[in-house]
Structure formats: C-alpha cells, structure tokens
C-alpha cells in the first residue's frame, strides 16, 4: 500500500514557476513507476509526465514538454514536478500517481495507475 500526499500549489502570475512534491508512504515506491496528472475544471484528468522507477527515463505531454521536469528521490520517497513558464492553461488540480505494474514503461492514461494523491491546486493568472 502507497499513500501518497501532494504540496507546493499555489497562484502565480504567467511566466513564473512553480515545484511541486509528492511524498510517499510504503517501502515499495522506490519500485513504482511514478506520474503526474492534471485536471482542469470540466475537463478530463491528462497526463503530464511519468518516470521510471530508477529515474531513469522520463515522458512528458507535448503540452508541457520543454518546462516541466519531473524527478524522483527514492531515498526520500518524494516525487518532483518543477514547472517553468507557467501559462494560464496549466491552471487545474494536480495529482501524483503510482503505477504498481510497470517498472519501466510510462503509462500515460489514468487507469493504469493505481495509487493517487488527493491533489493540490494550482492557478496561473494571466
């Protein structure tokens, strides 16, 4: 079992940056494929990037490939989303994801996943 628990949303102004964290509980993340997603208000949840269990390769959506890097400390059980040159789309509800499956395969639709965050928001005023 994986708990997983997001921070570091927030609101900044177009152009900014932000990182976000997902600290994990359970002696396996270490193992997992581990993900980001996304979901705007009236839109489906996306995926935003992925990486492997060793940190290895990472994925991420055309839409934020080029300012977005996602990392992964397993000895801190944490996952990282650095995001730069914020947009006024990227505003939606962001979630940390584990795949328990697929040690080396980024998958990139949500059902694949089977532990997730509760989220935390963040907004980009324009």
């Known amino acids: 079992q994986v708990q997983l628990v997001e921070s570091g949303g927030g609101l900044v102004q177009a152009g900014g940056s932000l990182t976000l964290s997902c600290a994990a509980s359970?002696?396996?993340?270490?193992?997992?494929?581990l993900g980001w997603f996304r979901q705007a208000p009236g839109k489906e949840r996306e995926f935003v990037a992925g990486?492997?269990?060793?940190?290895?390769?990472?994925y991420y959506a055309d839409s934020v490939k080029g300012r977005f890097t996602i990392s992964r400390d397993n000895a801190k059980n944490t996952l990282y989303l650095q995001m730069n040159s914020l947009k006024p789309e990227d505003t939606a509800v962001y979630h940390c994801?584990?795949?328990?499956?697929?040690?080396?395969?980024?998958?990139?639709?949500?059902?694949?996943?089977?532990?997730w965050g509760q989220g935390t928001q963040v907004t980009v005023s324009s």
């Open positions: 994801a584990a795949d328990s499956t697929h040690r080396s395969t980024i998958r990139v639709v949500a059902y694949e996943y089977d532990y």
């Open positions: 990486i492997t269990w060793s940190g290895g390769r990472t």
């Open positions: 359970g002696r396996t993340f270490s193992t997992y494929v």
